[in-house]
């Protein structure tokens, strides 16, 4: 059997709001982290290029911005896949509700 984990890299804010996450399945935290916070930043920065996402939180309204990335107890993507589109379901409800509460 093999050793590869899920591994979730998030993008976060000092009061620990996630701006941006990845996840991928990989054999050690060292190979998660040198492909998946590359893929977070590089995601964060097009977005913020293109004005798609403001450069800080938009909960707490932050510019200190960190990766950390961390291993879930899932073996496959295909396992994690319910759990993973239930929270991207759940952040954006909060950030529709969020952007209606602001106007």
């Not at 990766?67 to 929270?87: C, D, H, K, W, Y």
Request: proline fraction near 3%; charged fraction near 20%.
């Amino acid at each position: 059997m093999s050793d590869q984990y899920v591994y979730l890299a998030q993008l976060l804010c000092p009061e620990r709001h996630c701006i941006l996450a990845f996840a991928g399945q990989y054999d050690s935290l060292e190979a998660a982290q040198g492909e998946l916070q590359a893929r977070v930043q590089e995601a964060f920065d097009v977005a913020v290029g293109r004005k798609l996402f403001n450069p800080w939180c938009g909960i707490c309204h932050s510019e200190r911005l960190h990766i950390e990335v961390g291993r879930t107890n899932f073996r496959t993507i295909e396992e994690a896949m319910p759990t993973l589109q239930a929270s991207a379901l759940a952040q954006i409800a909060a950030a529709e509700y969020l952007k209606g509460s602001r106007n």
